[in-house]
């Protein structure tokens, strides 16, 4: 068996060290004790620091792995380039009889309204769909429109909306569940070779960005295939945790097929697999209009926001799933989408026995203050994706006029949340946002965008430490996890490192995206 020692600064999460020995996946001394060791292999971190490796508390692997394969569109910055790209893709792929890409950026146009036409002009024979980054939003083209039979007769389906032109027909982006899905479910279903592939994408990425764990916050039952088998291959350099997607309108049924789906992860995904999660969307999304809020949004005074379930049907569905011994993320970004998840919990931990459920509310952009301490008092895992705290085109073209200056000020109140106790966690939604967890890592100490605006720091009260950045990236995602022995490095816990460049509590705050990730370790196993 080797034992390997890391010669060097070493953050255990509890403390700091300058030494660490790993035999067999495990932590087996620390300090003097591991210099002390006879090693097999020894690496000297230089001037760089090891430390627990980082986890993402909400992210898509797949989708991101599948962005890979389709017109590349991410970060093009005009609707000619994402057209001229769609164009070029489709002719190198003539037998593709669909088109289907990820993701364009929303804020490219006023209201994020596109229109068919112009993906008409790259492409009009056959049908393209491309997803906003937002992964909420559609555009597609005339072709996708006609074959989803989408008309100026079609009504707007119960969740989502078609955007529409002066006469009623349909311009071309299709928001929300089951408008996009009036497109998607025509797509056909991509090959489990293809899905394989995309997994082994998405590991190379997280691998380098010094990831050893992701919440898939996204599952459809039929996706786990892919992950079982991308596991049994060795494709897969992640651990990772499945949640299945509770609908709205057929959960009843969903409990014995998640049930059944969490078995056959556990009997046949290995040790890195697991699917013990049920999410929920409370809500859609500030710049859509559609985010859960208390009081009306300030350009549609009519409006309140698009809640996916009503109240008492959440928190029924809730409390079924944390019967069936599920932890349960809920997706909530408005002030009442956030209310509505934590009282679904409140009400499953009142009527269910305790037990160790870690619930987990993701997003959390806007809180009402009177529902911050809720989170401390219910151990509610606050997760954030700290890239999205800054303030970037999506904030200032669409976010802050639609909700206004005062509640625009209470945004992503991570600091707040921190200092009332609550165990609060990290991610990157990716492929919505970048997976680079040194990225957040800075906007979450800054909250200034990579520019250096503002230069004081957007709502700068929020801001955390780095070590608390740290630690929501490390051990926070840890908790929610349910890896206790990752937390920290200890003996005997789990040998899942990274290595990185240099030390983030003493380099300049707006320098700490350039730390370079010089190793990743999976349970002893180097992976980048
Ligand atoms: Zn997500």
Request: a negative charge; glycine letters at 8%.
């Amino acid at each position: 068996m080797t034992t390997t020692l890391f010669r060097g600064a070493v953050r255990t999460g509890a403390g700091d060290t300058d030494a660490l020995a790993v035999r067999d996946g495990r932590v087996v001394a620390l300090g003097a004790a591991a210099l002390a060791l006879d090693a097999d292999e020894v690496v000297e971190l230089g001037a760089g620091l090891l430390l627990p490796a980082f986890g993402d508390g909400h992210a898509h692997p797949l989708f991101g792995g599948l962005e890979h394969f389709g017109p590349q569109v991410k970060g093009l910055s005009s609707v000619e380039a994402i057209a001229t790209e769609v164009g070029r893709w489709a002719a190198e792929h003539p037998d593709e009889e669909w088109i289907v890409g990820a993701s364009y950026d929303p804020t490219l146009v006023p209201d994020g309204e596109f229109d068919a036409r112009w993906l008409d002009a790259a492409v009009a024979d056959r049908p393209v769909v491309l997803r906003a980054y937002d992964y909420h939003t559609v555009w597609c083209n005339t072709e996708a429109l006609r074959r989803a039979g989408v008309t100026a007769a079609t009504p707007d389906p119960r969740l989502g909306w078609i955007v529409r032109r002066p006469d009623g027909s349909a311009l071309g982006t299709l928001r929300e569940w089951h408008a996009c899905d009036l497109v998607l479910d025509r797509v056909p279903g991509r090959p489990l070779d293809e899905l394989v592939d995309a997994l082994r994408v998405a590991g190379a990425a997280y691998a380098s960005a010094g990831l050893t764990w992701v919440q898939d916050a996204w599952v459809e039952p039929e996706m786990v295939p892919a992950y079982v088998e991308a596991a049994r291959r060795g494709a897969l350099a992640f651990r990772a945790n499945l949640a299945f997607r509770a609908d709205p309108d057929r959960w009843r049924e969903q409990r014995a097929e998640f049930v059944a789906a969490r078995a056959s992860v556990a009997a046949e995904g290995g040790p890195l697999l697991s699917a013990r999660t049920v999410k929920f969307f409370a809500d859609g999304v500030i710049e859509g209009g559609t985010a859960a809020m208390l009081e009306p949004y300030c350009d549609a005074p009519h409006s309140c926001g698009m809640p996916v379930w009503p109240p008492a049907a959440l928190a029924e569905a809730v409390t079924a799933f944390d019967a069936d011994g599920f932890q349960v993320h809920i997706h909530a970004i408005g002030d009442a989408g956030v209310r509505t998840a934590l009282d679904a919990i409140e009400a499953a931990a009142s009527a269910n026995p305790t037990w160790d459920r870690r619930p987990v509310i993701a997003h959390v952009q806007i809180v009402d203050p009177a529902d911050l301490d809720r989170f401390a008092r219910l151990g509610v895992i606050a997760n954030f994706e700290p890239l999205w705290a800054q303030l970037d085109p999506l904030q200032t073209e669409l976010s802050i006029p639609r909700v206004g200056p005062e509640r625009a000020d209470r945004q992503y109140p991570m600091r707040g949340l921190v200092d009332s106790g609550a165990p609060v966690s990290f991610g990157s939604d990716w492929p919505v946002s970048s997976h680079q967890p040194l990225e957040g890592i800075q906007v979450a100490v800054t909250r200034r965008t990579f520019e250096g605006t503002p230069s004081r720091g957007w709502t700068p009260r929020e801001r955390l430490t780095v070590d608390q950045a740290l630690d929501a990236y490390t051990g926070g995602v840890a908790h929610q996890a349910f890896a206790d022995d990752r937390r920290v490095l200890e003996v005997g816990g789990a040998a899942d490192l990274v290595w990185l460049s240099a030390d983030p509590r003493v380099v300049d705050p707006m320098r700490l995206r350039r730390i370079a990730v010089l190793g990743t370790w999976l349970a002893g196993t180097r992976t980048h």
